[in-house]
């Protein structure tokens, strides 16, 4: 009895795909450098968990130069010296041009995933949003569609199945029938023949019975026992070895393996043979963490003589480079670190730059094709349902955006109303100040006095007479006073003015006196 062949299959609890994936994640970079050590090979390995994290290892300096050659060697040289060919016949400004289109499809298809969404308005948001919304439909629309084709193939073949089941057991039941008739009609012959071969069979047991005969086990038994020469072993042998089952000079070596030193094998045959050995393991290792544990993986493998060799997840190589380098992307604008990009920006070889950007906006185009809800019938079951949570993840981060720009918006609309409604109040009272300065200046400060007919008149009623310290000046005042009443009683009731009888320099009893 032996273990049977076990199907890979997706882990379905959730803790154990975690534990599972952790372990052989470290495998699986230990077997890649391990192979990049030993055998001189060039080797780029990319892991991007369950849920997106990114695992990554390259035995070159640079992870771009090994893709960048991955790339060249997928798409042939014969195409690439062609494309330089006709390259060269064509402008720098058709290279500006395609750069520009490459850079602003990448930036669309961001904005698709629901990648940098701050430069965008809100009509835009919205927009994008409808988009991804019939997108999503179409998509799950397919995928329904998808299910139910293989729901009727896979009944169509269990209905074949149990056709081809039930015709076997008709046939299994014809075949025990005839042998049970031939038992039947055989039988009493059957019976003699048994007793024979039990009869042999005894006979042959208790032979064999006869000719091993037991051992006795004794404690020196050792190959080539001798013993004359047992003595001689025992006293060459230490003392704690009493038994002398082990000899004395297997205790004295170091029990287990040591670690061995990695480092490149110089035999030439022997690399290769190691070379095949681990790659054919790594390959295999890289199909059970990407189908155990949901993972994506792509797997890089040059040679020493520069042989290509790959494997990458059901979602494909170019797939898994697009979003490893759109999380690198994003990891330079987190980070701030342009240097890559002034490298590219400063190299010539832009002729050689050129296939490159026509594939990668070739792939872009089929790319947001999909995300838009086009050509979706070559995608299988797994791609739509990837696609289909690529997208709803997306839609959740428009809309999270969405409602961060709205409450955005209304935060600063209510700080204009709180400054111009503070404004209007500084100009209403502005305006109030001005009116009241406008009414005062309007009316008389002072009322001026009226004027006197005659110098020789009475004083005006508002204004008292001047003190006077002259001896005699109140007496004066008071005849002319009184001559003034006598001259004026026969034209009818003269006036007494006020300033005439009162003083409050001269005392009442002195007025007296004088008169």
Request: hydrophobic letters at 30%; one cysteine or more; glycine letters at 8%.
């Given at each position: 009895m032996g273990r049977g062949r076990v199907e890979l299959k997706r882990i379905e609890n959730k803790i154990n795909r975690q534990v599972t994936f952790a372990k052989r994640r470290n495998g699986l970079l230990k077997k890649a450098y391990?192979?990049?050590?030993?055998?001189?090979?060039?080797?780029?390995?990319?892991?991007?968990?369950?849920?997106?994290?990114?695992?990554?290892?390259?035995?070159?300096?640079?992870?771009?130069?090994?893709?960048?050659?991955y790339q060249r060697c997928s798409y042939g040289a014969v195409e690439v010296n062609n494309a330089a060919k006709e390259i060269e016949q064509s402008s720098?400004?058709?290279?500006?041009?395609?750069?520009?289109?490459?850079?602003?499809?990448?930036?669309?298809?961001?904005?698709?995933?629901?990648?940098?969404?701050?430069?965008?308005?809100?009509?835009e948001l919205q927009n994008l949003e409808l988009q991804l919304e019939s997108s999503l439909k179409l998509v799950r629309t397919t995928r329904t569609q998808v299910m139910l084709d293989q729901l009727t193939d896979l009944q169509a073949k269990e209905k074949l199945w149990l056709d081809a089941n039930k015709a076997l057991e008709r046939k299994l039941e014809e075949i025990y029938t005839e042998n049970h008739l031939r038992q039947s009609w055989g039988g009493g012959g059957g019976g003699g023949g048994g007793g024979e071969q039990s009869s042999t069979y005894s006979q042959q047991h208790s032979q064999s019975q006869g000719f091993f005969q037991p051992l006795e086990c004794s404690s020196g038994l050792q190959i080539g026992y001798n013993p004359v020469s047992t003595s001689q072993m025992t006293a060459v042998?230490?003392?704690?070895?009493?038994?002398?089952?082990?000899?004395?000079?297997?205790?004295?070596?170091?029990?287990?393996?040591?670690?061995?030193?990695?480092?490149?094998?110089?035999?030439?045959?022997?690399?290769?043979?190691?070379?095949?050995?681990?790659?054919?393991?790594?390959?295999?290792?890289?199909?059970?963490?990407?189908?155990?544990?949901?993972?994506?993986?792509?797997?890089?493998?040059?040679?020493t003589k520069g042989k290509l060799f790959e494997y990458s997840t059901e979602s494909s190589m170019e797939r898994i480079l697009e979003r490893y380098e759109r999380y690198s992307f994003a990891e330079k604008r987190l980070s701030g670190d342009d240097s890559d990009q002034q490298q590219l920006q400063q190299q010539d070889n832009w002729s050689l730059e050129y296939p490159k950007l026509v594939s990668k906006i070739d792939l872009l185009q089929r790319n947001i094709k999909h995300y838009v809800g086009e050509d979706l019938d070559p995608l299988s079951l797994r791609e739509l349902q990837s696609l289909e949570q690529q997208l709803d993840t997306a839609l959740k981060r428009i809309r999270m955006r969405k409602n961060q720009v709205m409450h955005e918006s209304i935060s600063s609309l209510q700080k204009k109303e709180k400054a111009l409604q503070e404004q209007h109040t500084m100009l209403v009272k502005k305006l109030k100040d001005s009116e009241k300065k406008d009414a005062e200046q309007a009316q008389p400060q002072v009322e001026q006095p009226r004027l006197v007919q005659s110098s020789r008149g009475p004083l005006l009623p508002d204004q008292d007479p001047p003190p006077s310290l002259t001896i005699g000046g109140p007496f004066r005042a008071s005849r002319a006073g009184q001559e003034e009443v006598r001259g004026g009683g026969g034209g009818g009731g003269g006036h007494i003015p006020r300033g005439a009888t009162t003083n409050s320099l001269v005392l009442p009893w002195m007025v007296r006196r004088i008169n």
């Amino acid at each position: 009895m032996g273990r049977g062949r076990v199907e890979l299959k997706r882990i379905e609890n959730k803790i154990n795909r975690q534990v599972t994936f952790a372990k052989r994640r470290n495998g699986l970079l230990k077997k890649a450098y391990e192979l990049s050590v030993l055998c001189d090979a060039e080797v780029a390995l990319i892991i991007f968990s369950n849920r997106g994290k990114l695992y990554e290892f390259c035995s070159s300096s640079n992870m771009l130069k090994t893709l960048e050659r991955y790339q060249r060697c997928s798409y042939g040289a014969v195409e690439v010296n062609n494309a330089a060919k006709e390259i060269e016949q064509s402008s720098y400004k058709e290279y500006l041009k395609l750069k520009g289109k490459y850079e602003s499809l990448q930036r669309y298809q961001r904005h698709l995933l629901g990648d940098d969404l701050g430069p965008l308005d809100m009509n835009e948001l919205q927009n994008l949003e409808l988009q991804l919304e019939s997108s999503l439909k179409l998509v799950r629309t397919t995928r329904t569609q998808v299910m139910l084709d293989q729901l009727t193939d896979l009944q169509a073949k269990e209905k074949l199945w149990l056709d081809a089941n039930k015709a076997l057991e008709r046939k299994l039941e014809e075949i025990y029938t005839e042998n049970h008739l031939r038992q039947s009609w055989g039988g009493g012959g059957g019976g003699g023949g048994g007793g024979e071969q039990s009869s042999t069979y005894s006979q042959q047991h208790s032979q064999s019975q006869g000719f091993f005969q037991p051992l006795e086990c004794s404690s020196g038994l050792q190959i080539g026992y001798n013993p004359v020469s047992t003595s001689q072993m025992t006293a060459v042998t230490n003392a704690p070895n009493m038994n002398g089952i082990v000899p004395g000079w297997m205790l004295d070596r170091r029990m287990g393996r040591g670690r061995v030193q990695l480092k490149r094998i110089e035999n030439k045959i022997s690399r290769r043979v190691t070379f095949s050995k681990r790659r054919s393991g790594l390959l295999k290792k890289a199909h059970e963490i990407s189908v155990l544990c949901d993972a994506e993986v792509a797997l890089i493998v040059f040679s020493t003589k520069g042989k290509l060799f790959e494997y990458s997840t059901e979602s494909s190589m170019e797939r898994i480079l697009e979003r490893y380098e759109r999380y690198s992307f994003a990891e330079k604008r987190l980070s701030g670190d342009d240097s890559d990009q002034q490298q590219l920006q400063q190299q010539d070889n832009w002729s050689l730059e050129y296939p490159k950007l026509v594939s990668k906006i070739d792939l872009l185009q089929r790319n947001i094709k999909h995300y838009v809800g086009e050509d979706l019938d070559p995608l299988s079951l797994r791609e739509l349902q990837s696609l289909e949570q690529q997208l709803d993840t997306a839609l959740k981060r428009i809309r999270m955006r969405k409602n961060q720009v709205m409450h955005e918006s209304i935060s600063s609309l209510q700080k204009k109303e709180k400054a111009l409604q503070e404004q209007h109040t500084m100009l209403v009272k502005k305006l109030k100040d001005s009116e009241k300065k406008d009414a005062e200046q309007a009316q008389p400060q002072v009322e001026q006095p009226r004027l006197v007919q005659s110098s020789r008149g009475p004083l005006l009623p508002d204004q008292d007479p001047p003190p006077s310290l002259t001896i005699g000046g109140p007496f004066r005042a008071s005849r002319a006073g009184q001559e003034e009443v006598r001259g004026g009683g026969g034209g009818g009731g003269g006036h007494i003015p006020r300033g005439a009888t009162t003083n409050s320099l001269v005392l009442p009893w002195m007025v007296r006196r004088i008169n």
